[in-house]
C-alpha cells in the first residue's frame, strides 16, 4: 500500500478530528462559556441567544461533514457521485472560511480559525481528487 492509497484515509481522520474538534468549541460557547472571540465573528465573548442556537446547529453539521469525509474515504463502500459532490462543496466552503476567517476583526479568530479551515479545505481537496 503506497503513501497515495493512505491519503484518503488520513485526509478524512484528519478532518474528523479538526471537526470533532470545532464541535466541541461550539458546544462551549453554546453553553455560554467565553471563547465566543473564536466564532460567528469574534465580535463577542459570550455569545447571544441567537448565536448560541447557530452554534448548536453547527455542530450537526460539523456531524455531516464528517460523514461525508468518511463516507469519500470509502468506509462506507463505494462513495456515490452524492458523496462526490458534496466533497467538492466541502472545498468550496472551507475555502471561503479561510478567505472569510482571515478578513475576520476578531484576531483570535483570525489566527486559530484561518490556519483550521486550510487544514480542512485541504484534506477535503484530497478527498475530492481522490
Known amino acids: ?20 474538534a470545532l464541535a466541541v468549541l461550539q458546544v462551549l460557547v453554546a453553553a455560554g462559556r467565553p471563547y465566543g472571540r473564536l466564532v460567528w465573528g469574534g465580535q463577542h ?15 450537526g453539521l460539523y456531524a455531516a461533514m464528517a460523514l461525508v469525509a468518511i463516507a469519500r474515504a470509502g468506509a462506507f463502500g463505494m462513495p456515490g457521485t452524492g458523496i462526490l459532490v458534496a466533497a467538492w ?18 484576531r483570535p479568530e483570525r489566527a486559530v480559525m484561518t490556519p483550521v479551515c486550510a487544514v480542512l479545505a485541504a484534506c477535503s481537496l484530497v478527498l475530492a481528487l481522490n
Open 1 to 20: 500500500m503506497t503513501a497515495a492509497d493512505l491519503a484518503p484515509a488520513i485526509a478524512a481522520g484528519v478532518m474528523a478530528l479538526v471537526l470533532a
Open 45 to 59: 465573548e459570550t455569545l447571544p441567544r441567537t448565536l448560541r442556537i447557530g452554534s448548536v446547529i453547527s455542530v
Open 89 to 106: 462543496v466541502l472545498v468550496g466552503y472551507f475555502a471561503l472560511g479561510i478567505l472569510m476567517n482571515g478578513i475576520s476583526r476578531s
